[in-house]
T-cell receptor, first 115, second 111 residues
Framework: GQQLNQSPQSMFIQEGEDVSMNCTSS?????WLWYNQDPGEGPVLLIA?????ELTSNGRLTAQFGITRKDSFLNISASIPSDVGIYFC???????????????FGKGTLLTVNP | DSGVTQTPKHLITATGQRVTLRCSPR?????VYWYQQSLDQGLQFLIQ???????AKGNILERFSAQQFPDLHSELNLSSLELGDSALYFC??????????FGPGTRLTVL
């Protein structure tokens, strides 16, 4: 089955630093999504990418859909303490006729921001 | 608030029992997805429904089943529960290819 490799597994940074994390896959995806999850809560959608090469920003977050459609990265600029949590990448490969759009998730990157 | 609601928030039950988890998708979303999250397996796709019909199955056990009703809410039924079924169960909804929005989850503890 499809596998997503997400790295790094964890990061400990100082407030104000920039952060970069990435996801690679052995398979092609049509859509890449990035989520953040606080403990005991549901994943919150941060950014959705729909085209190869697409670069999208959401405030201090920027994500890119790799040209090969097998990878994506997420950057967080000027981190703040509330950025803490687990960041998940997710790939989606759906057949447009069948409405089948399940997500395959990476294992997550645990981000800790020291004030 | 994602607009997806799930009940109950917490569920504690015993092995061998059966439980039902409920999900209401965002207004207008026809697709509902169920995911299981455990410490060792991460977020795993279980099953998808689209406008009342099953569309995709993932790693869902035969002891588990789901359905989506005409009002688009969905229920996930877990039976003959085992200790290893303890996990967070999330429902997500979407409109077609758009990003999926997750509910707050149900934490199931099987004792």
């Amino acid at each position: 089955g499809q596998q997503l490799n997400q790295s790094p597994q964890s990061m400990f940074i100082q407030e104000g630093e920039d952060v970069s994390m990435n996801c690679t896959s052995s398979s092609i995806f049509n859509t890449w999504l990035w989520y953040n999850q606080d403990p005991g809560e549901g994943p919150v959608l941060l950014i959705a990418l729909y085209k190869a090469g697409e670069l999208t920003s959401n405030g201090r977050l920027t994500a890119q859909f790799g040209i090969t459609r097998k990878d994506s990265f997420l950057n967080i600029s000027a981190s703040i303490p509330s950025d803490v949590g687990i960041y998940f990448c997710a790939g989606q490969f759906g057949n447009s006729g069948g409405s089948n759009y399940k997500l395959t998730f990476g294992k997550g990157t645990l981000l800790t921001v020291n004030p | 608030d994602s607009g997806v609601t799930q009940t109950p928030k917490h569920l504690i039950t015993a092995t061998g029992q059966r439980v039902t988890l409920r999900c209401s998708p965002r207004s207008g979303d026809l697709s509902v997805y169920w995911y299981q999250q455990s410490l060792d397996q991460g977020l795993q796709f279980l099953i998808q429904y689209y406008n009342g019909e099953e569309r995709a199955k993932g790693n869902i056990l035969e002891r588990f089943s789901a359905q989506q009703f005409p009002d688009l809410h969905s229920e996930l039924n877990l039976s003959s529960l085992e200790l290893g079924d303890s996990a967070l169960y999330f429902c997500a909804s979407s409109a077609g290819t758009s990003g999926k929005f997750f509910g707050p989850g149900t934490r199931l503890t099987v004792l």
